[in-house]
Every structure is written in structure tokens, then in C-alpha cells.
């Protein structure tokens, strides 16, 4: 037979508390939602603190004192060098159109200007060229590059290899300008 045990204050349950399972209380209402914001918080502080972590690893941000004002440093025009005309340069002048005998006439027009040695005419590989440009190779060379465009009455002058000569493994490079005539190239007659 079972046995009884004598009733204690544990056996007697008020009705109001409405305990299910074990003995535990329902939730209460809302209880979630103070979960969700607390869990949104921690999330939106862990963010901004790791944003501004980057900042500060990435010097964007500078917590230092910045009271103190210093001037700031005039700028300084870059030196352009002075157009000059060095007869002894090596210079090719190639026609990027498809008119006839336009490199010999830009050839003429430097002749006259005082350049009269070492120039080569020949034809670019491509006949759309529209902007005449200067090219030269050394930035020793930018003076006699600006005096042959002003010589030929162009403004585009470019420091670039793209006409460099190829040489042998420890010869000294050759420097040469290059005028590659575009469309818009009006020589003097």
C-alpha cells in the first residue's frame, strides 16, 4: 500500500500564484522585448566601438590635442623649365594623319626655328591621331621639349617612354623627342 505522509506548508499552494511545471512563475509580459533592446545595444555599442578601433588604426581619427594652430605651408609653384632649342637633340617627327608630307612641312618649321640637326621624320602607326603632342623621355629634356612645341605652336607636351630607343645592357640610354602631328596640327607656310 502507499504511504501517506503528514501534509506540511509545502503541500498547501496558494491559489493566486499560478505556478506551472516545477514550481516556476509564467513569464511576465514584455519580457522579451527588454531582452531584444539590451541585446540591440550591446550590439549598436560594439559597432561603433569597433569602427572607430579602425579609425584609430587607420590614423583617420586623432584623439591627440589639435588646439594648437600651426600655419599652414604656402604652396609652392611647381618650377616649369624654360623653353630652349638644343640643335643637338635627337628628335623624330611622325605624322599621325593622313596627310601627305605633313611631317617634312613641321620639319621646315623647325628648321626655321633654329632646330636643324638630328631630325627624323616617319609615319605613327596609328592615322586618327586629333592632339599633337611632344614626347619626351628624361626630365633633363623638358626645356627642349617646351621649345619644340613652341616652335611648332603646340601646347601638349608628356613625359613618357613610349618612343624610347631600345640598348644593350650597359650602354648609356639614348634620349630622343618625339612630335607625334595630330589633326590639328596647322604648320606655317
Known amino acids: 500500500m502507499a504511504e501517506h505522509y503528514a501534509k506540511d506548508r509545502f503541500d498547501e499552494i496558494p491559489d493566486d500564484l499560478k505556478r506551472v511545471g516545477a514550481h516556476r512563475a509564467p513569464p511576465k509580459p514584455g519580457r522579451g522585448w527588454v531582452i531584444f533592446l539590451w541585446a540591440a ?3 549598436v555599442v560594439l559597432v561603433v566601438a569597433g569602427i572607430l578601433g579602425l579609425f584609430v588604426l587607420s590614423d583617420r581619427v586623432n584623439f591627440t590635442d589639435t588646439t594648437t594652430s600651426t600655419a599652414a605651408p604656402e604652396p609652392t609653384e611647381t618650377p616649369v623649365a624654360v623653353a630652349t632649342i638644343d640643335p643637338e637633340a635627337m628628335v623624330t617627327v611622325l605624322n599621325g594623319t593622313t596627310t601627305k608630307g605633313l611631317a617634312t612641312r613641321a620639319i621646315a618649321q623647325l628648321n626655321e626655328a633654329g632646330w636643324t640637326q638630328n631630325i627624323t621624320p616617319g609615319n605613327a602607326s596609328a592615322t586618327d591621331v586629333t592632339t599633337t603632342a611632344v614626347y619626351y623621355e628624361d626630365p633633363s629634356q623638358e ?9 611648332l605652336g603646340v601646347s ?4 613618357s617612354t613610349q618612343f624610347q630607343i631600345p640598348v644593350e ?3 648609356e ?3 630622343q623627342l618625339t612630335v607625334v602631328l595630330g589633326s590639328d596640327f596647322a604648320p606655317e607656310d
Not at 601638349?156 to 613625359?159: A, K, R, S
Open 169 to 171: 645592357e650597359g650602354e
Open 173 to 175: 640610354p639614348v634620349f
Open 143 to 151: 626645356g627642349a621639349a617646351r621649345g619644340l612645341a613652341e616652335a
Open 156 to 159: 601638349n607636351i608628356q613625359l
Open 41 to 43: 545595444l550591446a550590439t
